[in-house]
């Protein structure tokens, strides 16, 4: 199963220059698989934690989202100054969550997770 | 001042198709000013008390991002199936929010918010 999910996440990195790491995560913060090649590039920010805390987020942005009848949570892009988070949940139980340089390519990384969410889902299944 | 926040937001409202509505609130969560021309073609979304709602993740994001040293919060957004709503903060304590459906030209959105919240924090200053 591992290679059914490290194949898309390395798509999804290699296809996005400026990518620093890719994570498939429980809604719980513990991880399935991440790729962070180089994390010493922003040794003083804490990616990996940052994405748990900003799961967090998630389920209460979904109930949000539910109770004002706008529907199912596709997408939560988060933009700071030296860090740019792409999450989209892959079904109830796992999300991806993308972290980008700030002058990455956003639409890109958007683009590849939506296209590549439904081949994870399936992997997970 | 209405006249020099109104200005800006009726620009962003014009300029992005699929527009549903613009707001300049408060981290508090009063509206200083809101564009909402056609509530009715939205019946069923409670696009405003939506914008308090997700405003309130605000200041959570933001203290998250600084935590991890990944700097001052510059931009959230949040696509669910029937809106996507861009949220900037515009200074200490102001933000702009824009909501749009989801067929909506969201780089244009995510741009216009961008070159015209210095403008409204002028305005506001």
Same mark, same amino acid.
């Not at 790729?35 to 922003?42: A, Q, R, T």
């Not at 997408?75 to 792409?86: G, Y």
């Given at each position: ?38 994390? /010493?590039? %922003?040794?003083? &920010? ?6 748990? $805390? *900003?799961s967090s987020? +998630? ?20 933009? /700071?100054? %030296?860090?740019? &988070?792409?999450?989209r949940p892959?079904?109830? $139980? *796992?999300?991806?969550? +993308? ?27």
């Amino acid at each position: 199963m591992i290679d059914e999910i490290r194949g898309p996440l390395e798509k999804i990195h290699r296809g996005v220059q400026g990518a620093l790491a890719i994570t498939l995560m429980g809604m719980d913060g513990l991880p399935v698989d991440t790729l962070h090649p180089n994390p /010493s590039d %922003h040794e003083d &920010m804490d990616v990996s934690s940052l994405v748990v $805390e *900003y799961s967090s987020l +998630l389920s209460q942005v979904r109930n949000s989202a539910q109770m004002f009848a706008a529907g199912g949570l596709e997408e939560l892009s988060i933009s /700071s100054e %030296h860090l740019t &988070m792409i999450i989209r949940p892959v079904n109830e $139980e *796992y999300f991806l969550a +993308l972290a980008l340089t700030p002058s990455a390519n956003f639409g890109k990384g958007r683009y590849l997770l939506r296209v590549l969410a439904p081949t994870l889902a399936g992997a997970l299944s």
